[in-house]
């Protein structure tokens, strides 16, 4: 599976974007998919999961609330949309294929990746 991740750029804080994960070469539909980002200096973190048929999401507290995780398994795409952006969200984000079909926050459990997008929030 190659993973494609779009939709980064500029926003201001307070503000939204939407990003998006296609799968190439081969369908993701029965795998979990997840966002991750990573900060200059910092380490990677999960900041959205949702499960094979997007019946599960899940999300940390620093985002909750703020971000929603998609899917439209037709498109094989998903989706993160981020609203209330804040300085600290700017990151590259990236999206991962899990090995399996429900929702983790363990990257290692991800083995394919996007080759992220950077959001960079101002204030």
């Known amino acids: 599976v190659q993973l494609q991740a779009s939709g980064g750029g500029l926003v201001q804080a307070g503000g939204s974007r939407i990003l998006s994960c296609a799968a190439s070469?081969?369908?993701?539909?029965?795998?979990?998919v997840g966002w991750f980002r990573q900060a200059p200096d910092k380490e990677r973190e999960f900041v959205a999961g949702?499960?094979?048929?997007?019946?599960?999401?899940t999300y940390p507290d620093s985002v909750k609330g703020r971000f929603t995780i998609s899917r439209d398994r037709a498109k094989n795409t998903v989706y993160l949309q981020m609203s209330s952006l804040k300085p600290e969200d700017a990151a590259v984000y990236y999206c991962?294929?899990?090995?399996?079909?429900?929702?983790?926050?363990?990257?290692?459990?991800?083995?394919?990746w996007g080759q992220g997008t950077q959001v960079t929030v101002s204030s």
């Open positions: 991962a294929a899990s090995r399996t079909s429900s929702t983790s926050s363990v990257s290692s459990q991800y083995n394919y």
């Open positions: 070469k081969r369908t993701f539909t029965n795998n979990a």
């Open positions: 949702i499960s094979w048929n997007g019946a599960s999401t």
